[in-house]
């Protein structure tokens, strides 16, 4: 559930996320734990290739920073 969820994330502190993406499923892991598992079965509306952003939200006034960003070719 989301409360769940919101008490992986260490504020002020950095948080580790892990990214997988393989052909149409894509699973995110935050601090070693498994947030989101998605398979995209939508072949028309999908791409299998394209750019990396980092997007936030708005909302209060925050402070990002990203540092160690590894990006492997499988």
């Known amino acids: ?25 894509i699973m995110n892991i935050v601090n070693g734990h498994v947030t989101a598992f998605i398979v995209d079965d939508d072949p028309k509306g999908r791409a299998m290739k ?14 990002i920073e990203f540092r160690n960003v590894y990006l492997k070719g499988l």
Do not use: Y
């Open 1 to 25: 559930n989301a409360d769940e969820l919101k008490s992986l994330i260490k504020s002020g502190d950095w948080n580790s996320v892990h990214l997988i993406a393989r052909g149409n499923t």
């Open 50 to 63: 394209g750019l990396l952003g980092f997007q936030i939200h708005v909302g209060d006034p925050m402070k």
